[in-house]
């Protein structure tokens, strides 16, 4: 009796073994490709880091002598010094520092302004709609999806007419109404996942507009305020075209400044300038990712989710 009981199939079943030698050599296998696969794509986007980094820390005669992967043998921040303060970027040599200085002027009321019009928009689209609103919403989807190139001679005709043509004021302008449609976006398909009983319940305990969308709607945005602050102050800090079309002699911006400087011809090619320049321009950017850079995955994927 004891040899059926013991012979039955329910009782001893011929499962397969959850971890053996076999997958976990599998697993491995897995691993180890995986990891390589990361390790090639990540030395295939910093090796120009790299590059631009050591090559900013030589002088001209080890940059001449050397290879362009080789380490420096005794680093300076000269170039850095140079590129800062007394580079030339055509004909004057103040380095790029009042470039740097307008990009920051430009940048922090421009980023600040189309957030809040953005989130204000996107309140009332999902929240306070009206006839027409979804009219208004794809009017402005399509200024997402509009060549920056289009706006160029009708933009500059406003700009001329407000008196604020070639001056930071008129980037501001630029790049708030540029990046509305984004910004309007981004919190419209947030807030369309925000339950409606929210904003009816604070209705009828006598809330108004304002004191809603301060007092609920805004404490509850805080990742996609942090996708589109990051998402706002890397386009505008990193744009070209409006930089270099609507601005004036003494309201360049970073990106402009940096063309000037590698362009500006002269009798010795200092490229150990032009990477730390270049670095220099990039450095905002690089410290809000590497600073904000989780928080800004975070907030896509609230909004997908919500949205």
Same mark, same amino acid.
């Given at each position: 009796?004891?040899?059926?009981?013991?012979?039955?199939?329910?009782?001893?079943?011929?499962?397969?073994?959850?971890?053996?030698?076999?997958?976990?050599?599998?697993?491995?296998?897995?691993? #180890? !490709?995986?990891?390589?696969?990361?390790?090639?794509?990540?030395?295939?986007?910093?090796?120009?880091?790299? %590059?631009? %980094?050591?090559?900013?820390?030589?002088?001209?005669?080890?940059?001449?002598?050397?290879?362009?992967?080789? #380490?420096?043998?005794?680093?300076?921040?000269?170039?850095?010094?140079?590129?800062?303060?007394?580079?030339?970027?055509?004909?004057?040599?103040?380095?790029?520092?009042?470039?740097?200085?307008?990009?920051? !002027?430009?940048?922090?009321?421009?980023?600040?302004?189309?957030?809040?019009?953005?989130?204000?928009?996107?309140?009332?689209?999902?929240?306070?709609?009206?006839?027409?609103?979804?009219?208004?919403?794809?009017?402005?989807?399509?200024?997402?999806?509009?060549?920056?190139?289009?706006?160029?001679?009708?933009?500059?005709?406003?700009?001329?007419?407000?008196?604020?043509?070639?001056?930071?004021?008129?980037?501001?302008?630029?790049?708030?109404?540029?990046?509305?449609?984004?910004?309007? !976006?981004?919190?419209?398909?947030?807030?369309?996942?925000?339950?409606?009983?929210?904003?009816?319940?604070?209705?009828?305990?006598?809330?108004?507009?304002?004191?809603?969308?301060?007092?609920?709607?805004?404490?509850?945005?805080?990742?996609?305020?942090?996708?589109?602050?990051?998402?706002?102050?890397?386009?505008?800090?990193?744009?070209?075209?409006?930089? %270099?079309?609507?601005?004036?002699?003494?309201?360049?911006?970073?990106?402009?400044?940096?063309?000037?400087?590698?362009?500006?011809?002269?009798?010795?090619?200092?490229?150990?300038?032009?990477?730390?320049?270049?670095?220099?321009?990039?450095?905002?950017?690089?410290?809000?990712? %590497?600073?904000?850079?989780?928080?800004?995955?975070?907030?896509?994927?609230?909004?997908?989710?919500?949205?």
């Amino acid at each position: 009796m004891s040899t059926l009981t013991s012979s039955s199939p329910s009782r001893s079943p011929s499962r397969p073994p959850a971890s053996g030698p076999a997958s976990a050599r599998s697993l491995t296998v897995q691993r #180890v !490709l995986l990891w390589a696969v990361l390790l090639v794509f990540a030395f295939f986007f910093l090796l120009p880091l790299y %590059v631009m %980094v050591s090559t900013s820390l030589k002088g001209m005669d080890e940059v001449r002598n050397g290879t362009l992967l080789s #380490v420096p043998l005794a680093p300076s921040l000269d170039a850095w010094s140079k590129a800062w303060h007394s580079a030339c970027t055509g004909t004057d040599c103040g380095g790029l520092k009042p470039f740097f200085m307008n990009s920051v !002027l430009m940048v922090v009321p421009a980023v600040l302004i189309s957030t809040a019009l953005g989130a204000i928009n996107g309140y009332v689209l999902t929240k306070w709609r009206f006839r027409g609103s979804e009219l208004l919403f794809g009017l402005l989807l399509f200024g997402v999806f509009m060549p920056m190139q289009v706006v160029l001679l009708p933009m500059s005709q406003v700009l001329g007419t407000l008196g604020i043509a070639s001056s930071v004021w008129g980037l501001i302008l630029v790049h708030i109404l540029a990046g509305m449609p984004s910004t309007t !976006l981004f919190f419209r398909n947030y807030y369309a996942g925000l339950p409606d009983e929210l904003i009816k319940a604070a209705t009828l305990d006598g809330a108004n507009f304002f004191q809603i969308f301060w007092r609920i709607v805004v404490p509850l945005s805080t990742p996609i305020l942090v996708v589109t602050l990051i998402w706002q102050f890397t386009s505008i800090w990193n744009d070209f075209l409006y930089g %270099v079309v609507f601005s004036g002699a003494d309201s360049k911006p970073i990106t402009v400044g940096l063309n000037n400087l590698a362009n500006t011809s002269s009798s010795v090619k200092e490229y150990n300038v032009d990477m730390a320049a270049a670095l220099i321009a990039a450095l905002p950017t690089l410290v809000v990712y %590497v600073v904000a850079g989780k928080y800004f995955v975070r907030g896509l994927t609230a909004g997908a989710v919500k949205g």
